[in-house]
């Protein structure tokens, strides 16, 4: 299987991160409200679509192999390139549907805001 055959997806790479950073399919679990065989599931797919275990998965601990190691920042990179793709996109949405945010306290927003925004629209 060659790397365009490989159907890795986000949640397999976020589960990988959480797992790599808290070092436990227990805790990764519950953080990503799974079951533990879910969760391992997840991993063993994605194992299996990288061809390499990622963890050393042992009774007190579990510890990223050297291929793991290696891995980890290109998954990390990915799903910080989908995070930030996904909030430009949002941003773009917002933008053509016209809208602004305003902050202003209360005093402002009942007394000199009215006036603004009249101006404005005009």
Request: glycine share 6%.
């Amino acid at each position: 299987m060659g790397p365009t055959d490989m159907r890795v997806s986000t949640r397999q790479l976020q589960a990988f991160l959480l797992v790599a950073e808290v070092r436990s399919f227990t805790r990764a679990a519950e953080a990503l409200h799974v079951t533990q065989a879910g969760l391992s599931s997840m991993i063993n797919e994605l194992e299996t679509q990288v061809g390499i275990r990622l963890f050393e998965r042992s009774n007190r601990a579990t510890a990223l192999t050297q291929a793991g190691t290696q891995f980890l920042p290109y998954a990390r990179q990915a799903v910080e390139s989908l995070n930030k793709g996904m909030l430009e996109l949002s941003a773009l949405n917002r933008r053509q549907q016209g809208g602004i945010c305003v902050g202003v306290s209360p005093l402002i927003a009942s007394t000199v805001l009215p006036a603004v925004m009249r101006e404005f629209q005009q």
